[in-house]
């Protein structure tokens, strides 16, 4: 399979450019504004162009004072593997063909955190990038200054079941189905190779999230946009707002974010 191939870019002819920016513009999204995209063009069904062109509708979209995020993560990076290796500069997303292409295009940086990666074009990826967080959502993490930016959270044919920014919410506040752990691994960024380990905050075993009930609650709420784009939706909601909605929900149950079965048997105490 060649390159074009593994990045959508497919003859057939489907949904058009146009189809794309008016998705956008029905979020109400402005120019300028730094966007956190977590996609699935399989979702969306034939696009013309493929991968490349929707990226480049984003980009062009949000102008040149706009920025796109992208999550670039290896979903099992080192979970179990010390020796597992992550280059900066090298190694793939494994977050679907919108991820990587944003990963590969001209002049995108990525964030230096090894098992949380994101990949940024426009003028805040320099910020991002900049950032030196060993915890994955600490106040010094890409994620807390995506919300600090007023970012977007933009789903594109995806649901909240992949929202990473409700981890923040759980590493902050502390919720009691998780514990920290380290994660190891060998990190090369440029020409600097180091053995590195990373605090986690690991949920515990039999524990399940279930982040499409709290999507479901901040759309009844009227906080998230929606736009249909060729067989899937595009959705849209403030990183601010999500973060304020669920951090008080949290507050007020710990267990907000757990699946039905994991909330009939929530674990034990932590203890002191």
Same mark, same amino acid.
């Not at 062009?60 to 004072?65: A, N, R, V, Y």
């Not at 901040?218 to 959705?235: I, N, P, Q, W």
């Given at each position: 399979? $060649?390159l074009?191939?593994?990045?959508?870019m497919s003859?057939h002819?489907s949904?058009?450019?146009?189809?794309?920016r /008016?998705a #956008?513009?029905?979020?109400?999204? *402005?120019? $300028?504004? %730094?966007?956190?995209?977590h996609s699935?063009?399989?979702?969306? $069904?034939?696009?013309e162009?493929?991968a490349?062109?929707?990226?480049?509708?984003?980009?062009?979209?949000l $102008?040149? &004072?706009?920025t796109?995020?992208?999550p670039?993560?290896?979903e099992?990076?080192?979970?179990?593997d &010390? /020796?597992?290796?992550?280059?900066?500069?090298?190694s793939?997303s494994?977050?679907?063909i919108f991820?990587?292409?944003?990963?590969i295009?001209p002049?995108? #940086? @990525?964030t230096?955190h090894?098992? !949380?990666? #994101?990949?940024?074009?426009?003028?805040?990826? @320099?910020?991002?990038?900049?950032?030196?967080? +060993?915890?994955?959502?600490?106040?010094? *993490?890409?994620?807390?200054?995506?919300?600090d930016?007023?970012s977007w959270?933009?789903? =594109?044919?995806?649901?909240?079941?992949?929202? %990473?920014?409700l !981890?923040l919410?759980?590493?902050?506040l502390?919720?009691p189905?998780? +514990?920290?752990? /380290?994660?190891?691994?060998?990190?090369?960024?440029?020409?600097?190779?180091?053995?590195? %380990?990373?605090?986690?905050?690991?949920?515990?075993?039999g524990v399940?999230?279930?982040? =499409?009930?709290?999507?479901?609650d901040?759309?009844?709420?009227?906080?998230?946009?929606?736009?249909r #784009?060729?067989?899937g939706?595009?959705k849209a909601?403030r990183?601010?707002? =999500?973060?304020?909605?669920v *951090?008080?929900r949290?507050?007020?149950?710990p267990y907000?974010?757990?699946?039905?079965?994991s909330?009939?048997k929530?674990p034990?105490?932590?203890?002191l």
């Amino acid at each position: 399979m $060649g390159l074009h191939q593994k990045l959508g870019m497919s003859s057939h002819i489907s949904m058009r450019k146009i189809e794309i920016r /008016n998705a #956008l513009g029905r979020l109400r999204i *402005s120019p $300028g504004e %730094t966007v956190l995209v977590h996609s699935s063009m399989k979702a969306l $069904g034939p696009v013309e162009g493929g991968a490349k062109v929707v990226v480049r509708q984003f980009l062009d979209f949000l $102008g040149p &004072e706009g920025t796109l995020v992208v999550p670039t993560f290896l979903e099992d990076f080192f979970w179990g593997d &010390e /020796n597992q290796i992550w280059d900066r500069e090298r190694s793939p997303s494994a977050m679907g063909i919108f991820s990587e292409m944003v990963r590969i295009w001209p002049g995108a #940086l @990525r964030t230096a955190h090894a098992p !949380h990666p #994101l990949s940024a074009i426009g003028p805040n990826a @320099r910020k991002l990038a900049a950032c030196t967080n +060993n915890r994955d959502f600490d106040e010094d *993490s890409p994620f807390q200054l995506l919300v600090d930016l007023d970012s977007w959270i933009v789903l =594109l044919g995806v649901d909240f079941n992949v929202c %990473t920014m409700l !981890h923040l919410i759980e590493e902050r506040l502390q919720v009691p189905y998780r +514990n920290w752990g /380290n994660l190891k691994g060998i990190v090369i960024d440029g020409d600097k190779r180091e053995r590195k %380990t990373y605090e986690f905050y690991r949920r515990e075993s039999g524990v399940e999230n279930d982040f =499409l009930s709290c999507g479901q609650d901040m759309d009844t709420e009227g906080l998230v946009r929606e736009a249909r #784009l060729g067989k899937g939706m595009v959705k849209a909601i403030r990183a601010k707002h =999500l973060l304020a909605f669920v *951090s008080y929900r949290v507050a007020k149950d710990p267990y907000y974010l757990l699946t039905p079965a994991s909330r009939r048997k929530p674990p034990p105490p932590k203890s002191l």
